[in-house]
C-alpha cells in the first residue's frame, strides 16, 4: 500500500516547509510552478513536480491555480495512481513530529469514510453554512465582495443544492482514499470551483457533495476531524496574501 502527501507552491506565498514527522512510508510531494524552489531545494523529504504555467494556462492567478491543482491533482501528477491515500496539505501546514499518518487514517477511514477533512463552522460557534463563509470571507477582506455575492448567488439558486444538510469543509487539510468515486467527486467539485467567480474554494465544496450524492447512489462520504486529530497537525503563518 502506497500513500502520499501533497503540498502546493504557487508563486511565493508560502516558504517550504521540511517535513518534521517519521512516516518514512509516505511519500512527500511538492507541485510547483515555482522553479527556483526546484533548483535551490534545501530538503531531505520533499520531491518536486514542477508544473510551468504554460500548462495551467486555463487558470488565472497563483490562488486559483493553487486550489483548483490542490482539488484535482490529477491531471497535473499522473503518478498519483499508484497511491492508495493522499493527504493534502497546505503551504503552511506540518504534520507534527509524533503524528502517525497511518493510524490517523484508519480511524478517519472506518465505517467506509472516503474523506477526511476539518469542518467549517460559523464564526459565532454554531452550524457552518455557506451564506455565513460568504459573509466571513468579505469580512475579512479573503475576496471582492462582487465575487462572493456572485459565487454564493449560483450556489443558493443551483438545483442541486441541498440547503438543509450543507456540508461545510475547509481544504486546508483534506485526506482522502484514492478510489475512482472520489476521484470523479473531486472532479466536480473543480468544475464548480472553475465555473464561478470566487477564489475560495470552500463556497463551492457543499454545492459539489449535493450535486455528487444527487447523481449517484452511493454518494461521497463525509468524515470530519475530532479537535485531537485536527491538533496533530500545525498551521504557521502564511507569507503574504496570494498574486
Known sequence: MKRVVLTYHFGEHDNLLEPICQNLDWDFICITNNLKLVKEKETTRWKFAYIPDSSTTIYKGNKRKSSAIKIYPYDVFMALSEYDYILNLDGNCIVKSDTQLTELCNELFEEDKDIAMTKLGAPDGGIGNVSAEAEQIIKCNRDSKENVDTTLNNILHHP?????HQKMGISNIILRKNTQKVKEFFYTWREFYLM???IRDQLTFPLAVSHFN???ASGIKLNFFS???HRQFNFLDHNHKYD
Do not use: A, I, R
Not at 442541486?160 to 438543509?164: C, H, P, T, V, Y
Open 227 to 229: 479537535q485531537s486529530q
Open 214 to 216: 444527487k447523481k449517484n
Open 196 to 198: 464561478y467567480p470566487s
Open 160 to 164: 442541486s443544492f441541498n440547503g438543509e
